[in-house]
């Protein structure tokens, strides 16, 4: 044995200490091809790739240009901007429980429906056809326990159009506006007895899955956006500050028709004109239509899937900040100071401790100030204005206040040192002087700034970077994401530009 440790030795004393690769070793022939095959397409070459290569056995600059150009590679950029962006939404509820159907016996019945003559909770309306009077009314009957019935009625509904299902004959009514004025498609009126689930049931959620499948489409529309900016060699700041969207079938008819249903997310006011939405039915899933938006959006940082992934406007501005501006809100080294006896106060941007972090995200998060918290629903001006005098009013008073006011001003007191701010929308809250534009402009105001500063398009360049090497950039790689970052500027923010950098770049193909 010790003289097998002793021929071991000796045979290890006689090799070269171990080292890391030269920088000298770079990716060529084969392995870069390889290597850019898999990053750009997400694919291995295939053997009729390898006849690409060059006599010198290196990959010509117009093959890097045409798989720039493929589907391919645009779905490699969609894939490293949902890591960005998370736009995943279907762990949401758009619909509420007041206004979903559930089903007995095949029937279905609104749930928890406020009809005077159904006294029990989720009561049926009989397993007998609907009857009706000369008003049009259902006439109900009484069943052996004396409660009232008003019997089913067949309809075709939005989520199954070539099919027909049983449907409570007062739930099923299609009125749009109710005995008292409302409107029936609107959320104060989903406990109007006066108002059914609409035409097709278009104001009632179905105990199925369509719901998922307008969130799932709320996800794609950001994909078809990054998409679209690279299949079309849009500027990267379409996609940033764009006023174009994506819907289906299932998102459009959402937007048209339900946007104003309870549920535990706000869309009212709906975020688009619906007057540019496309006609498709709901079960049009596969079909998409790119369509004009408003003035007031900011590309997809005011997308619905992106407003409701991060439901509070801190949210919103943390991750841009994140991966935007490459600036993430942490604590310092070795934490925060001591704050035991720093003075109390209700303004995060001031407070001992808090304000580390927070006398930047304040401002950062007033860009959002318009866009509904745990919603998606944009609050114009000209409805929604800075101050309002009734909300002052109840505020002050200690009145009940609206639920407008509740929801978006600033009502409750909680100190002095709030009252200065009673009627004004809670984006203002102990906002500094001059910051005003920050809700006014919104986050196109945001990433317009970024630009100036130069802090976006280096973001991007690192962010776009690091995913191609594989590896977070450190302090030795500043200079050359300096260089990145120009290129992307002066090539009108062209992401294919800013790729082809990258992928050429010695710090690519260096065997790491």
């Given amino acids: ?103 007995n016996v095949d029937i279905y019945y609104k749930r928890n429906s406020t009809l005077p003559y159904r006294g029990k909770q989720d009561q049926t309306c009989g397993t007998a056809p609907a009857t009706f009077g000369p008003d049009g009314e259902p006439v109900v009957t009484f069943d052996a326990e004396g409660d009232v019935q008003e019997g089913y009625v067949w309809v075709s509904p939005y989520w199954a159009p070539d099919t027909q299902v049983k449907v409570c004959a007062y739930d099923a009514r299609a009125v749009e506006t109710s005995p008292i004025g409302l409107d029936c498609g609107a959320a104060e009126a989903y406990l109007d007895p006066g108002c059914g689930c609409g035409p097709e049931l278009r104001w009632c959620g179905h105990y199925g899955t369509e719901g998922s499948t307008v969130l799932e489409a709320m996800g794609t529309d950001v994909d078809n956006r990054v998409e679209a900016m690279i299949n079309n060699d849009r500027s990267y700041l379409e996609l940033l500050t764009g006023k174009t969207g994506f819907v289906n079938g299932p998102l459009s008819y959402f937007l048209r028709y339900q946007t104003g249903v309870p549920g535990a997310i706000r869309f009212t006011e709906a975020p688009i004109d619906v007057s540019v939405l496309p006609d498709l039915a709901f079960t049009d899933v596969d079909t998409w239509v790119e369509v004009p938006l408003g003035d007031q959006h900011s590309g997809v940082f005011t997308s619905p899937a992106y407003l409701l992934r991060f439901m509070t406007n801190r949210a919103r501005a943390n991750r841009f900040w994140n991966d935007f501006l490459c600036q993430p809100f942490v604590a310092p080294e070795g934490g925060l100071p001591d704050v035991a006896d720093a003075a109390a106060t209700l303004d995060l941007s001031e407070r001992a401790g808090c304000n580390y972090c927070h006398a930047l995200l304040e401002p950062a998060a007033a860009y959002w100030g318009r866009w509904s918290p745990s919603g998606a629903a944009w609050l114009d001006p000209a409805e929604f204005e800075p101050y309002d005098a009734d909300c002052a009013v109840c505020g002050e008073s200690g009145a009940s206040c609206p639920d407008v006011c509740v929801r978006y001003y600033v009502t409750d007191v909680l100190s002095e040192e709030e009252s200065p701010f009673v009627g004004w929308m809670k984006a203002y809250e102990f906002l500094s002087p001059g910051l005003e534009l920050h809700v006014e402009q919104g986050p196109e105001l945001l990433v317009e700034t970024g630009i100036a500063d130069g802090r976006l398009p280096r973001c991007v360049a690192t962010r776009t970077a690091g995913w191609l090497l594989g590896r977070p950039l450190t302090s030795a790689d500043d200079a050359w994401v300096d260089s990145l970052a120009t290129t992307f500027t002066t090539s009108n923010f062209d992401y294919k530009a800013l790729v082809r950098a990258v992928v050429s770049s010695d710090d690519y193909r260096r065997v790491q």
């Fill in 1 to 103: 044995m010790i003289a097998l440790l002793g021929l071991l030795v000796a045979g290890a004393s006689a090799q070269d200490d171990p080292t890391c690769p030269p920088d000298s070793e770079y990716l060529a022939g084969a392995q870069f091809l390889r290597a850019l095959s898999l990053d750009l397409r997400g694919v291995a070459p295939e053997v009729s790739d390898y006849d690409l290569l060059d006599a010198t056995g290196e990959v010509p600059d117009a093959v890097i240009d045409a798989w720039l150009d493929t589907p391919d590679f645009a779905a490699q950029v969609v894939r490293h901007h949902r890591d960005l962006l998370w736009n995943n939404v279907t762990n949401q509820s758009l619909i509420g429980t007041p206004s979903m159907l559930s089903v």
